[in-house]
């Protein structure tokens, strides 16, 4: 009796769920406004999965210690615009290895950077991220550690990505590409501001 009065009220559950979850509107986005971004190396916005760009040194702001090490210890691949842009959905694409830590970023009216998300252990080809409230910004960066301790699921080292000492090309990691949309109103939206 108990089993199938369980079976009953999770089939009502599971049913009012999928009602929830179908009614529930779709994003349209945009169109990727990182295309017309500028960068030091355009082959990681240029809208072609089959090119690859790299991250870049961190320029240092200022000539303090923490910018310093910032620039020591990490590579980014910096997005800027002239005018504002707002951004909601990401989308970034590399090979597997390429990414597995990382932190996304953008520029705030004072001028500081803000951590929006920080990745750790991604294996993903393809990670996307939405933000539940839209950013505008001028600017906007993945923030890269120069060397990390690539990990198995066992916890076992898998590889050591570079050593200490000069710089090397595995350092600056491979991007194929990274994406930048908005959500645009949709036609439900726009129908009842009409009215």
Known sequence: MRIGLFVIVLCGVLGLSGCILS???SLNWSKNVAVVAMSDD?????????TEGATTSIREDARDIASQQESDNFTEAALSWNIPQTIQHIVIKAKEGQLE?????YMNDEEKWVTVKEVRDNLRTEYKHTL???IVTKKFRLKV????????IGGQSRS?????????AAEYRKIQEIELYYALPTP???????Q
């Open 188 to 194: 439900a939206t726009e129908a009842s501001s009409m």
């Open 132 to 134: 539940r409230e839209p």
């Open 23 to 25: 009614s529930t509107p």
């Open 160 to 168: 050591k990505r570079s050593e200490t000492g000069a710089p090397t």
């Open 145 to 152: 550690p120069r060397r990390w301790d690539s990990r198995r």
């Open 101 to 105: 830590f990382f932190e996304i970023q």
């Open 42 to 50: 355009p082959k990681f916005h240029d809208d072609n999965v089959y």
